[in-house]
């Protein structure tokens, strides 16, 4: 089924770990997205890609790190996890073209650094 | 700066009574608007566009441009509604920029 899918769903992890969030869709979109939200709060841009090869920052600075260099694969890299980290990471995609297309979105990697 | 506004954090309305949520943007241009809805333990998904002009479960959304305003109105909300609701600019680049949500719950 086409679709988006995001791993792991919960990760409680220690400070200084290297961690890796996976987000993958079938739906053979041009666009994907991280988002960060925190508990009750918006939601925040924090990287983009506009197609293989293509990562820019989003509207929020993080740490974080992402590649693309497949089109359905756009994984979310933290080198050293801090407290700080702890939050909700959201994958989406959207189509290309138009203007008017909404994004799908994955079910979230709820990150807890300890 | 581009920002997008809902006042309400919390919408608390009985079940059959009217229901609006608000939003007011901040853009430069003329950005496509959204609304996503997130139900309990499900993901966030896109409800309606404002392109479209269409009703989705009873939901509608004007596009107020005077006003900069994108209101989502139900005129008889049922307790399926309760949910966390955002109002979704998307300018240039294809990005969205979403408000800080309302949560609606619907009683009995």
């Known amino acids: 089924e086409a679709d988006i899918y995001q791993t792991p769903r919960y990760l409680v992890i220690g400070t200084g770990k290297k961690i890796t969030l996976e987000c993958s869709q079938t739906?053979?979109?041009?666009?994907m997205y991280w988002y960060q939200q925190d508990p009750g709060m918006e939601l925040h841009l924090i990287h983009y890609?506009?197609?293989?090869?293509?990562?820019e920052k989003g509207d929020l600075s993080s740490e974080s790190t992402v590649s693309r260099i497949r089109t359905e694969h756009f994984p979310l890299t933290l080198e050293s996890a801090r407290p700080s980290h702890t939050s909700q990471y959201l994958c989406?995609?959207?189509?290309?073209?138009?203007?008017?297309?909404?994004?799908?979105f994955g079910s979230g990697t709820r990150l807890t650094v300890v | 700066a581009q920002r997008v506004t809902q006042p309400e954090k919390l919408l608390s309305v009985f079940k059959g009574a009217p229901v609006e949520l608000k939003c007011n943007y901040s853009?430069?241009?003329?950005?496509?608007l959204f609304w996503y809805v997130q139900y309990s333990r499900q993901r966030l998904q896109l409800l309606l566009r404002?392109?479209s002009r269409e009703s989705i479960k009873g939901f509608t959304a004007d596009l107020n441009k005077g006003e900069t305003s994108f209101h989502l109105k139900k005129p008889f909300a049922q307790e399926e509604d309760s949910a966390m609701y955002y109002c979704?600019?998307?300018?240039?680049?294809?990005?969205?920029?979403f408000g800080g949500g309302t949560r609606v719950l619907v009683k009995p």
């Open positions: 989406a995609s959207s189509e290309g073209g138009g203007q008017n297309y909404g994004y799908t």
């Open positions: 739906m053979g979109h041009d666009k």
């Open positions: 890609s506009y197609g293989v090869n293509s990562t």
């Open positions: 853009y430069s241009g003329s950005p496509e």
């Open positions: 404002h392109i």
């Open positions: 979704a600019p998307k300018a240039a680049g294809n990005k969205l920029t």
